[in-house]
Structure formats: C-alpha cells, structure tokens
C-alpha cells in the first residue's frame, strides 16, 4: 500500500491575520516541525501545495468575488462596497498581507490532493478544512472553500461517490451549500449547538446530517456519535473516496467552543473511518489553541501511517511546543507540563448524557 503523503507551505509559518485574530497562532508549521521533530515526516512523503491560479478556483468561487480578493490584497485595503458584498475587511475576515496567497495555497493543496488519490490512496492536508466561505463571499475566517474544491477535484479524478465527515465545533454551511441536496456525496456534521454560524440543525436525510451536540461533549458520548452515526451511514452509503475535516476546536482545551472532547477522539475517528473506501484526505480545519490544535493534528498524521504515539516525545518535538505562544489569551500564561512533553490527552470520559441519547434518536 502506498505511503501517506502530507501536503504542506512554509506560507503558514510566517502569515498572520493580525495580532489580534484567533488565527494569529502557528498552526501547520507546528504540525509539521512536531511530525519532523518526531521523524515522522521524511521528505519523500512531504508535497509542497501548489497555490491555485483564479481560474482554477471558478468551478465553485465566482470571477467577481476572485477579483476582489486578489485587489484587496495588492491594495491592503477595501471598499465599503466590497465589504457589504463580499465579506472581505471584517474582523473574521481581514485585511491582511497574504490573504489571496494564503487561502490559495490551500485550495490549491486540496486541489492536488484530488488528483494525487486519482488511483486510491491516503492524503494529509491540514492547512484545509477553510469549510465557511461561500461562492460570492468570505465568512468565518474562510476566503476559499477548499473542502468543496477537494470533494469536486476527487470526483474530476474518478470518485462517484464521496463521504464528507465534519467534526469541527462549527457546522460546515459551505459545505452544504455546494452538496447538501446532492445524491452522490453524503455529508455528516457533529457540531456544537449554537455556535456560529448557526446553521445545521437537527436532522437527517439520506446524505445529508446534522448533528448539533451540547456543551462539554465528552469522549464517551463522541464514541456513541461515531458508533451509532458516523461509522455506519458512511459504510451503508459505501463511498469511494472519504473527506475528513478535522477541526481541531471541540478539543476542551480551545478558546472559540465549548466542548470538552480530548484529542483521542478526533483520532479515533480518523482510524475508524480509514479503509472504508479506497481514497482518504484529511483536512484540518478549526483549532485555536496553538498546543492542542499542534499536538492533535501531529497525532492524526500518527494515526493515518500506524505510527505508535508515545507517552514522551523527542526532546526536538519537545522544543518545538516550548517555542509556541498564545500570547493575549488566560490558556496561555500557565501551560501545563504536558503539553510541552506529550501529543496524547488525558481521555475525557463521562456520562452519555438523555439529552445526547434523544438527539442520536431524533436522526
């Protein structure tokens, strides 16, 4: 079987949204200095994202709101005007130096993953999962929808039939957009009930799932979403290629949600999901919290190449989560040991509360 390959930019090592910004954190440089720092990324396994021209980016984005991207960021400013349109130079979506190159480089990653899993296979690409943008407008800290990219590139490449599977805080309304009445690609979201945007409420079609869960999930009642929905809709739905967005932001640990969930979940999720269909990509997505979103993503590039996770990491791996800051944020003034020292949580388990147990009978 084929090696994993991991699709990764050194553009995330040195770009910002701004000093203030949730997304002001290092995020997939750390993934890929921990999974280095670990010996677990060998440069013949690693791609770098190619960034995608404008006109690659039209089979979902439109030409008007592709342009204006491109001139707020060779300007650094924008209108009024484009702002009310398009959702560019808000506070989730600013202005800032890199913010056509940045979210084109992972379009363009997930793009190419498209075509790297064209004959099966197993592609990690965290800098994706940007699942909130819209064809004519930004939202939610996402300029390009680089999940929908991946899922219309996966089937330009031969996939008839994609699972779409979603576990970040926030529900994917892009995503649905683009799919979310569409036969040949179910869609599965897990998310925190009314946490924005908002949108996916309670319910269930034949490909379409939304799953809103209350605060402070927990691992246990994440492991009876997994058994009792993920696993078994996507086997019945018996997909040829299967998306995972794995947003990082239901960890307890992250300062956007409220869910109480270790990362053990979020891996046990990836490995379940691995073989049911013969093409698998990995997107990152939410995860604002520069030592859990880091130690979890690492953890699942452990996860999709069988890798043992040990309970002390290499003093190189080490130095790389004793470099990290979270400046301006209470998470970050008094990090607990294990961060630096481990990937693995603590599993959080608990009691599957009626109200879980009633939303799970509802679907």
Not at 65 to 78: D, K, T
Not at 136 to 149: E, I, T, W
Not at 209 to 233: F, G, H, K, S, T
């Amino acid at each position: 079987m084929k090696r994993p390959l991991f699709i990764g930019s050194e553009i995330y090592r040195g770009s910002s949204y701004g000093s203030w910004h949730p997304l002001r954190v290092p995020r997939v440089s750390t993934v890929i200095d921990l999974s280095r720092a670990m010996g677990w990324l060998p440069n013949e396994v690693y791609v770098p994202s190619p960034r995608a021209k404008p006109n690659a980016l039209t089979i979902w984005h439109t030409p008007d709101y592709l342009s204006a991207l491109h001139r707020a960021e060779a300007a650094q400013h924008v209108s009024d005007d484009v702002r009310a349109r398009h959702g560019l130079g808000t506070s989730n979506n600013p202005v800032f130096p890199e913010m056509y190159r940045r979210p084109a480089t992972a379009a363009g990653g997930s793009l190419l993953a498209g075509e790297l899993l064209r004959d099966g296979g197993i592609v990690y690409h965290p800098a994706g999962g940007t699942h909130h943008a819209m064809p004519d407008r930004a939202g939610g800290f996402c300029y390009l929808n680089d999940p929908v990219l991946a899922i219309l590139a996966l089937r330009r490449n031969g996939a008839t039939r994609v699972a779409y599977v979603d576990i970040d805080a926030h529900h994917p309304d892009g995503v649905e957009v683009a799919f979310g009445d569409d036969p040949d690609v179910l869609m599965i979201s897990v998310h925190e009930d009314g946490l924005w945007p908002r949108t996916g409420a309670l319910g269930a079609t034949d490909t379409l799932v939304n799953l809103p869960v209350p605060r402070n999930l927990n691992d246990d009642e994440m492991a009876l979403i997994r058994d009792q929905v993920i696993l078994p809709r996507v086997q019945a739905f018996r997909p040829d290629a299967i998306v995972i967005q794995c947003g990082a932001d239901g960890v307890e640990e992250d300062p956007q949600a409220h869910l109480s969930l270790s990362n053990n979940a979020h891996w046990a999720i990836v490995r379940d999901l691995m073989g049911l269909a013969p093409r698998l990509l990995v997107l990152g997505g939410g995860g604002y919290n520069p030592w859990s979103v880091g130690r979890l993503w690492t953890g699942v590039w452990a996860t999709l190449n069988g890798f043992d996770i040990p309970d002390h990491i290499t003093s190189n791996a080490e130095d790389v989560l004793r470099a990290l800051r979270f400046d301006g944020n209470r998470r970050g003034k008094n990090p607990p040991e294990h961060w630096f020292t481990s990937l693995q949580d603590a599993p959080r388990y608990g009691p599957v509360r009626d109200e879980v147990h009633t939303r799970l009978m509802a679907l």
